[in-house]
């Protein structure tokens, strides 16, 4: 699969089925995690990678919109240092290129925020100088997937030169 068929297919997936994601695709996942682009190239970023039931169960407790976790074949906690202005950025990044990585082979994903801070700090030895900033989760997925994304169209999204002046393929050099 190309990238652009990677974005194009790839669908938030919160069910998961039962079968077990090979060691190899949990490796390059993380790899991807590692490859990919950070501001100012500090990968101040940290992974934990998280496969054991009771401590999905335990990821799912600790979140107000990840209850869904607990049904994850594994999920990766994403720390990053909130020194840096631009650290939210490089966690949307990173969790983009596993995910992808993930559809790649086949691996479904969702990510989550609403994240009790303290509780995750409690419970994965997070320490104080990073941030527990987003989760994915990933499986197989449950279900045949419809493929069906609901966006806006870019002609309400995307703009030439300036803010105002309507986009159209047509318009472009
Ligand atoms: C920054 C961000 C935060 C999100 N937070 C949550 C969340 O807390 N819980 C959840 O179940 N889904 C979360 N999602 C998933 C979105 O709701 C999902 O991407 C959107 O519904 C589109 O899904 P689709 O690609 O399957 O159409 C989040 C997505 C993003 C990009």
């Known amino acids: 699969m190309d990238a652009y068929e990677t974005v194009r297919t790839k669908l938030d997936v919160r069910e998961f089925a039962k079968k077990k994601v090979p060691a190899s695709v949990k490796s390059q996942i993380l790899e991807a995690a590692r490859l990919t682009q950070s501001g100012n190239n500090t990968q101040h970023w940290r992974f934990i990678l998280v496969q054991d039931p009771a401590n999905l169960k335990t990821l799912a407790k600790d979140s107000k919109w990840g209850k869904w976790v607990e049904n994850a074949d594994?999920?990766?906690?994403?720390?990053?240092?909130?020194?840096?202005?631009?650290?939210?950025?490089?966690?949307?990044?990173?969790?983009?290129?596993?995910?992808?990585?993930?559809?790649?082979?086949?691996?479904?994903?969702?990510?989550?925020?609403?994240?009790?801070?303290?509780?995750?700090r409690r419970d994965f030895n997070i320490q104080k100088n990073l941030t527990p900033s987003i989760v994915v989760g990933f499986g197989y997925p449950a279900k045949k997937l419809l493929g069906k994304k609901n966006r806006k169209p870019l002609s309400e999204l995307a703009f030439l030169e300036r803010y105002g002046s309507k986009f159209s393929p047509d318009k472009l050099s």
């Open 74 to 120: 594994f999920a990766i906690i994403v720390l990053t240092d909130p020194q840096f202005g631009y650290h939210l950025i490089d966690a949307g990044r990173v969790v983009q290129d596993m995910e992808l990585t993930a559809w790649g082979s086949g691996v479904a994903s969702c990510v989550f925020t609403g994240l009790d801070e303290e509780a995750y």
